[in-house]
């Protein structure tokens, strides 16, 4: 048996393998428990292992790539296509092992351990940023229930808080109040977490020479900085700065047909994550835009008489998008001038 194309479908604990020859028959298909996969692995000849990216997924590549295969991870959008019909696990590694092979195939670069670790801090804040948003929603919504209503804005929440702690307050029950105290100490255990990881992010970008560098483009802060700097790796990878939006999702949609050209929403492909960060500083270089005297900010009042604010947040940051590749892919500073252009 001379396995040459594996498609690996991982689990949390038990994992398909489809193999192929190189007339691609079928010549190997089982189930390993995660114990025994690397020791599987370990008894083949070096050959080409697909694996969908998704959890844990750049970890074994790293392993199987230790012990001499060729490993690629595969976008789970771009496999779905190759699925016959009906979904198991034995279908799904099949589908790995067709789409890996196929020459036109995009791949994701295996992210090192460094990287991912980098990555960590961003993800524990977006976790802390949910729960404290899921208990003032909590807490707002229980203070309504005896007519106690805050203006909009996280920190608005203090005035219900003060409240709550008002021992001659009486339109609150005793009961509620002692729960909805716990709600309140949770939130604010929450705020000094928060503010802990933000300082490891701008720790990680006074250490890195790239993320410093695109922490002079207006609308990019540390955060995103040091996101862009993990997520991205080796901007060699895309061909110029309009691949790297497309990559992000930040351009337009097609549906077009019968050489009629339709461009619709953005698409929304790529890190939801990185995409939303470049949204968030663009907002806020549109705030400024209507003072600065900049080019950048001359360009957004523009496109500002002729769009709507949304529509102009996104066109912002796309072009931030195409900076940031420009400069990751060059290592030139941020020049002004070159941005309005």
């Not at 048996?1 to 690996?8: A, F, S």
Request: hydrophobic share 45%; proline share 5%.
């Amino acid at each position: 048996m001379q396995v040459t194309t594996i498609g690996l479908d991982i689990a949390k604990n038990v994992f398909q393998v489809h193999g192929v020859d190189d007339a691609g028959h079928a010549v190997l298909r089982r189930q390993l428990r995660r114990g025994a996969v690397l020791g599987f692995f370990a008894g083949l000849e070096p050959c080409l292992v697909g694996i969908e990216a998704c959890c844990t997924a750049h970890h074994w590549a790293r392993e199987l790539a230790g012990l001499g295969h060729e490993v690629r991870l595969l976008p789970p959008s771009y496999v779905k296509a190759y699925v016959k019909r009906g979904k198991n696990d034995a279908v799904d590694a099949e589908a790995i092992c067709e789409a890996v092979t196929r020459p036109s195939m995009r791949f994701v670069p295996v992210k090192s351990t460094a990287r991912q670790a980098a990555l960590v801090p961003h993800r524990v804040r977006e976790v802390l940023i949910r729960q404290r948003t899921m208990l003032i929603n909590v807490l707002r919504g229980q203070m309504a229930e005896f007519g106690l209503v805050a203006a909009k804005g996280r920190h608005k929440i203090a005035n219900l808080v003060a409240v709550l702690r008002d021992p001659g307050e009486t339109r609150i029950p005793a009961l509620a109040r002692t729960m909805l105290l716990e709600l309140a100490d949770t939130i604010a255990a929450l705020e000094p977490r928060i503010a802990r990881t933000q300082k490891v992010m701008a720790a990680t970008v006074r250490q890195d020479p790239v993320a410093r560098l695109l922490t002079t483009i207006p609308g990019v802060g540390p955060i995103t900085a040091s996101a862009m700097a993990a997520a991205v790796g080796d901007p060699g990878r895309f061909r110029n700065g309009r691949h790297f939006a497309a990559w992000l999702g930040l351009v337009a949609k097609q549906n077009s047909s019968g050489g009629k050209p339709r461009l619709g929403r953005i698409s929304k492909m790529g890190d939801r994550y990185l995409r939303k960060l470049l949204v968030l500083g663009a907002t806020s270089s549109l705030r400024r835009a209507r003072s600065d005297q900049t080019p950048l900010a001359a360009w957004t009042r523009r496109l500002l008489e002729r769009r709507p604010p949304r529509l102009v947040t996104v066109a912002l940051a796309n072009k931030t998008a195409r900076i940031v590749w420009a400069l990751m892919a060059h290592g030139e500073a941020y020049r002004p001038e070159a941005a309005a252009a």
